[in-house]
Protein backbone atom coordinates (compact mmCIF):
# COMPACT_ATOMS: atom_id res chain seq x y z
CA UNK A 1 0.00 0.00 0.00
CA UNK A 2 1.12 3.42 -0.65
CA UNK A 3 2.55 4.85 2.20
CA UNK A 4 2.89 8.57 0.99
CA UNK A 5 0.14 10.51 -0.38
CA UNK A 6 0.97 13.84 -2.25
CA UNK A 7 -1.38 16.91 -2.61
CA UNK A 8 -2.28 18.46 -5.00
CA UNK A 9 -2.11 15.63 -7.68
CA UNK A 10 -1.17 18.85 -10.38
CA UNK A 11 -0.33 21.86 -9.93
CA UNK A 12 0.05 24.85 -12.63
CA UNK A 13 1.85 28.04 -12.07
CA UNK A 14 3.77 31.15 -13.52
CA UNK A 15 6.67 31.49 -13.64
CA UNK A 16 8.42 33.51 -10.70
CA UNK A 17 5.85 32.19 -8.30
CA UNK A 18 6.06 29.55 -5.50
CA UNK A 19 4.84 26.03 -5.37
CA UNK A 20 3.87 24.08 -2.78
CA UNK A 21 3.30 20.15 -2.48
CA UNK A 22 2.07 18.13 0.67
CA UNK A 23 2.60 14.79 1.37
CA UNK A 24 1.00 12.81 3.93
CA UNK A 25 2.04 9.44 5.74
CA UNK A 26 0.88 6.49 7.50
CA UNK A 27 3.65 5.01 10.11
CA UNK A 28 6.90 6.30 12.16
CA UNK A 29 9.18 6.76 9.88
CA UNK A 30 12.77 7.17 10.26
CA UNK A 31 13.34 10.17 7.41
CA UNK A 32 11.34 11.37 4.33
CA UNK A 33 12.96 12.35 0.96
CA UNK A 34 11.32 14.46 -1.82
CA UNK A 35 12.64 13.22 -5.18
CA UNK A 36 12.01 15.05 -8.99
CA UNK A 37 11.28 13.12 -12.27
CA UNK A 38 11.51 14.65 -15.75
CA UNK A 39 9.03 13.00 -17.99
CA UNK A 40 10.13 9.53 -18.76
CA UNK A 41 13.84 9.87 -16.72
CA UNK A 42 14.30 8.41 -13.47
CA UNK A 43 14.01 9.88 -10.25
CA UNK A 44 16.81 12.65 -8.72
CA UNK A 45 16.86 12.82 -5.42
CA UNK A 46 15.97 16.83 -4.22
CA UNK A 47 16.21 16.89 0.08
CA UNK A 48 16.13 14.41 2.99
CA UNK A 49 14.71 15.33 6.12
CA UNK A 50 14.93 13.40 9.13
CA UNK A 51 12.10 12.42 12.06
CA UNK A 52 13.94 15.00 14.82
CA UNK A 53 13.93 17.31 12.42
CA UNK A 54 11.47 20.39 11.50
CA UNK A 55 13.03 22.09 8.37
CA UNK A 56 15.33 22.11 5.47
CA UNK A 57 16.39 24.43 3.23
CA UNK A 58 18.50 23.69 0.12
CA UNK A 59 18.51 26.25 -2.46
CA UNK A 60 15.12 27.27 -3.58
CA UNK A 61 13.97 24.58 -1.72
CA UNK A 62 12.19 24.58 1.73
CA UNK A 63 11.04 20.69 3.11
CA UNK A 64 8.89 21.00 6.58
CA UNK A 65 8.12 17.77 8.04
CA UNK A 66 5.02 17.89 11.43
CA UNK A 67 5.64 14.53 12.48
CA UNK A 68 2.61 14.38 14.69
CA UNK A 69 0.35 15.13 12.22
CA UNK A 70 2.15 12.52 9.69
CA UNK A 71 2.80 15.66 7.29
CA UNK A 72 5.33 17.16 5.09
CA UNK A 73 5.31 20.21 2.78
CA UNK A 74 7.88 20.76 -0.03
CA UNK A 75 7.99 24.75 -1.08
CA UNK A 76 10.03 25.76 -4.41
CA UNK A 77 10.58 29.06 -4.24
CA UNK A 78 10.67 31.54 -7.42
CA UNK A 79 9.85 28.76 -9.85
CA UNK A 80 11.15 28.33 -13.27
CA UNK A 81 10.17 26.55 -16.36
CA UNK A 82 12.56 24.49 -16.22
CA UNK A 83 11.04 23.05 -12.55
CA UNK A 84 8.44 21.34 -14.35
CA UNK A 85 8.34 17.90 -13.32
CA UNK A 86 7.00 15.20 -11.23
CA UNK A 87 7.61 15.43 -7.53
CA UNK A 88 7.69 12.54 -5.42
CA UNK A 89 7.66 11.93 -1.50
CA UNK A 90 9.52 8.84 0.11
CA UNK A 91 9.43 7.44 3.18
CA UNK A 92 11.89 5.32 4.93
CA UNK A 93 10.09 3.29 7.86
CA UNK A 94 10.94 3.68 11.50
CA UNK A 95 12.45 -0.09 12.71
CA UNK A 96 14.47 -2.18 10.93
CA UNK A 97 12.79 -1.98 7.61
CA UNK A 98 14.71 -0.63 4.81
CA UNK A 99 11.68 0.18 2.66
CA UNK A 100 11.55 3.19 0.41
CA UNK A 101 8.08 3.88 0.15
CA UNK A 102 6.93 6.24 -2.43
CA UNK A 103 3.82 8.22 -3.01
CA UNK A 104 1.63 8.85 -5.85
CA UNK A 105 3.39 12.39 -6.87
CA UNK A 106 2.77 15.65 -7.80
CA UNK A 107 2.73 16.65 -11.41
CA UNK A 108 4.31 20.36 -10.98
CA UNK A 109 3.65 22.77 -14.32
CA UNK A 110 5.79 25.98 -14.72
CA UNK A 111 4.22 28.14 -16.85
CA UNK A 112 6.72 30.96 -18.67
CA UNK B 1 29.96 10.34 -11.25
CA UNK B 2 27.71 7.93 -9.33
CA UNK B 3 25.35 5.38 -11.36
CA UNK B 4 22.47 3.26 -11.53
CA UNK B 5 22.57 1.47 -14.78
CA UNK B 6 19.53 -0.33 -16.61
CA UNK B 7 20.38 -2.49 -19.11
CA UNK B 8 17.40 -1.36 -21.46
CA UNK B 9 15.67 1.98 -21.90
CA UNK B 10 12.77 0.71 -24.10
CA UNK B 11 11.91 -3.41 -24.29
CA UNK B 12 8.76 -5.31 -26.75
CA UNK B 13 7.98 -8.73 -24.94
CA UNK B 14 5.25 -11.36 -26.25
CA UNK B 15 2.96 -12.42 -23.63
CA UNK B 16 4.39 -15.61 -21.98
CA UNK B 17 7.98 -14.53 -22.43
CA UNK B 18 10.34 -15.10 -19.62
CA UNK B 19 11.67 -11.51 -19.11
CA UNK B 20 15.16 -10.25 -17.39
CA UNK B 21 15.36 -6.53 -16.28
CA UNK B 22 18.88 -6.10 -15.15
CA UNK B 23 20.18 -2.99 -12.61
CA UNK B 24 23.71 -2.73 -12.13
CA UNK B 25 25.01 0.18 -9.65
CA UNK B 26 28.56 1.21 -9.01
CA UNK B 27 28.36 2.53 -5.92
CA UNK B 28 28.76 -0.61 -3.51
CA UNK B 29 25.36 -0.05 -1.94
CA UNK B 30 23.75 -2.58 0.35
CA UNK B 31 20.24 -2.24 -1.08
CA UNK B 32 18.52 -2.53 -4.02
CA UNK B 33 15.13 -1.59 -5.62
CA UNK B 34 12.97 -2.85 -8.04
CA UNK B 35 9.19 -0.14 -8.28
CA UNK B 36 6.67 0.21 -10.86
CA UNK B 37 5.77 3.41 -11.98
CA UNK B 38 2.11 3.79 -13.60
CA UNK B 39 0.19 6.86 -14.15
CA UNK B 40 -1.78 7.52 -11.08
CA UNK B 41 -0.05 5.02 -9.15
CA UNK B 42 3.15 6.88 -8.42
CA UNK B 43 6.14 4.36 -7.77
CA UNK B 44 5.00 0.83 -6.19
CA UNK B 45 8.09 -1.42 -4.64
CA UNK B 46 8.15 -4.83 -6.11
CA UNK B 47 11.21 -6.56 -4.62
CA UNK B 48 14.07 -5.29 -2.44
CA UNK B 49 17.25 -6.43 -1.56
CA UNK B 50 19.29 -5.57 1.25
CA UNK B 51 22.55 -7.97 1.03
CA UNK B 52 23.64 -10.48 -1.60
CA UNK B 53 21.07 -13.57 -2.23
CA UNK B 54 18.80 -11.41 0.40
CA UNK B 55 15.68 -10.27 -0.62
CA UNK B 56 11.85 -9.27 0.64
CA UNK B 57 8.53 -8.75 -0.52
CA UNK B 58 7.53 -5.14 -1.78
CA UNK B 59 3.90 -4.01 -2.07
CA UNK B 60 3.63 -5.86 -5.52
CA UNK B 61 5.34 -9.20 -5.66
CA UNK B 62 3.03 -11.00 -7.69
CA UNK B 63 4.22 -12.24 -11.14
CA UNK B 64 8.16 -11.03 -9.95
CA UNK B 65 10.94 -13.00 -9.02
CA UNK B 66 14.17 -11.19 -8.23
CA UNK B 67 18.10 -12.31 -7.80
CA UNK B 68 20.91 -10.86 -6.32
CA UNK B 69 24.30 -13.30 -6.88
CA UNK B 70 26.41 -10.03 -6.61
CA UNK B 71 26.37 -6.87 -5.05
CA UNK B 72 26.44 -4.77 -7.87
CA UNK B 73 23.81 -6.49 -9.75
CA UNK B 74 19.74 -6.91 -9.24
CA UNK B 75 17.94 -8.60 -11.57
CA UNK B 76 14.10 -8.21 -12.14
CA UNK B 77 12.44 -11.53 -13.71
CA UNK B 78 8.70 -11.64 -14.58
CA UNK B 79 8.26 -15.40 -15.33
CA UNK B 80 5.52 -15.43 -17.69
CA UNK B 81 4.94 -11.76 -19.26
CA UNK B 82 1.44 -10.72 -19.32
CA UNK B 83 -0.25 -7.31 -20.64
CA UNK B 84 -0.96 -6.04 -17.33
CA UNK B 85 2.78 -5.72 -16.38
CA UNK B 86 2.92 -3.18 -19.15
CA UNK B 87 4.89 -0.56 -17.21
CA UNK B 88 7.65 1.53 -16.61
CA UNK B 89 10.44 -0.21 -14.52
CA UNK B 90 12.86 1.77 -11.87
CA UNK B 91 15.72 0.21 -10.31
CA UNK B 92 17.47 2.16 -7.50
CA UNK B 93 20.17 1.42 -4.86
CA UNK B 94 20.94 3.15 -1.72
CA UNK B 95 23.67 2.56 1.11
CA UNK B 96 22.93 0.83 4.08
CA UNK B 97 22.67 3.60 6.26
CA UNK B 98 19.63 4.68 6.66
CA UNK B 99 19.72 8.33 6.76
CA UNK B 100 21.14 8.08 3.43
CA UNK B 101 19.02 8.88 -0.19
CA UNK B 102 18.26 6.28 -3.09
CA UNK B 103 19.91 6.98 -6.74
CA UNK B 104 17.99 5.60 -9.69
CA UNK B 105 18.58 4.36 -12.92
CA UNK B 106 17.08 5.66 -15.84
CA UNK B 107 14.17 3.59 -16.28
CA UNK B 108 12.63 0.81 -18.84
CA UNK B 109 9.63 1.07 -20.16
CA UNK B 110 8.29 -2.56 -20.94
CA UNK B 111 5.75 -3.09 -23.36
CA UNK B 112 4.19 -6.79 -23.74
CA UNK B 113 2.21 -7.18 -26.52
Known amino acids: SQQGEEDPQALSIQEGENATMNCSYKTSINNLQWYRQNSGRGLVHLIL?????REKHSGRLRVTLDTSKKSSSLLITASRAADTASYFCATAPGGGSYKLIFGSGTRLLVRP | DVKVTQSSRYLVKRTGEKVFLECVQD?????MFWYRQDPGLGLRLIYFSYDVKMKEKGDIPEGYSVSREKKERFSLILESASTNQTSMYLCASSPSDRGQHAFFGQGTRLTVV
Open chain 2, 27 to 31: MDHEN
Open chain 1, 49 to 53: IRSNE
